[in-house]
T-cell receptor, first 116, second 107 residues
Framework: DAGVIQSPRHEVTEMGQEVTLRCKPI?????LFWYRQTMMRGLELLIYFNNNVPIDDSGMPEDRFSAKMPNASFSTLKIQPSEPRDSAVYFCASSDPGWSSYNEQFFGPGTRLTVL | LAKTTQPISMDSYEGQEVNITCSHNNIATNDYITWYQQFPSQGPRFIIQGYKTKVTNEVASLFIPADRKSSTLSLPRVSLSDTAVYYC????????FGTGTRLTVIP
């Protein structure tokens, strides 16, 4: 398995533009997580899905952020309009509690977003 | 969210054993304790998980006392490649990573 796949790996955009980050979870995993990492705040959970349904989006900063999971193999995180303070590394992770009691999350390589 | 408390940073010489302690005073009965490792420019990677007493795998040991209000990750004979950030999480879903402990291994 190729692991969790994220695209793009790097994104540079200007303030006000729409940004879409993409994630393909590990096949068979039924939970998907979006995180944001900055030096100041560390690794923060934005939203997570279980069986394609959003379970907890309390970490989504504001209405500019939205996430979808139209099927079990794809999810997007959209920022519209983007702002410089959104600059961060965004990670996607997936897990499958059914495999073991560990509920281990498998992380993708991340997308480094820079908003100018 | 389920928060834990751990040191911000630690330094260790190569070859020594490193113990990183995590405090989780409000741990719930069903909570597991999980540790992740993160290298620069990579996502976190699962190291070890436990519920009580001691768990050992090929890379680390996890010690959890009877009251389960704290836990200690033990890395035997660290090498330079163990320089990373280590996160302690508690809970069934392991959702709160925080800022972790930055371990620097010195030659």
């Amino acid at each position: 398995d190729a692991g969790v796949i994220q695209s793009p790996r790097h994104e540079v955009t200007e303030m006000g533009q729409e940004v879409t980050l993409r994630c393909k979870p590990i096949s068979g995993h039924n939970s998907l997580f979006w995180y944001r990492q900055t030096m100041m705040r560390g690794l923060e959970l934005l939203i997570y899905f279980n069986n394609n349904v959003p379970i907890d989006d309390s970490g989504m900063p504001e209405d500019r952020f939205s996430a979808k999971m139209p099927n079990a193999s794809f999810s997007t995180l959209k920022i519209q309009p983007s702002e410089p303070r959104d600059s961060a590394v965004y990670f996607c992770a997936s897990s499958d509690p059914g495999w073991s009691s560990y509920n281990e999350q498998f992380f993708g390589p991340g997308t480094r977003l820079t908003v100018l | 969210l389920a928060k834990t408390t751990q040191p911000i940073s630690m330094d260790s010489y190569e070859g020594q054993e490193v113990n990183i302690t995590c405090s989780h005073n409000n741990i719930a009965t069903n909570d597991y304790i999980t540790w992740y490792q993160q290298f620069p420019s990579q996502g976190p990677r699962f190291i070890i998980q436990g519920y009580k007493t001691k768990v050992t795998n090929e890379v680390a040991s996890l010690f959890i006392p009877a009251d389960r209000k704290s836990s200690t990750l033990s890395l035997p004979r660290v090498s330079l490649s163990d320089t990373a950030v280590y996160y302690c999480l508690r809970g069934a879903n392991n959702l709160f990573f925080g800022t972790g402990t930055r371990l620097t291994v010195i030659p």
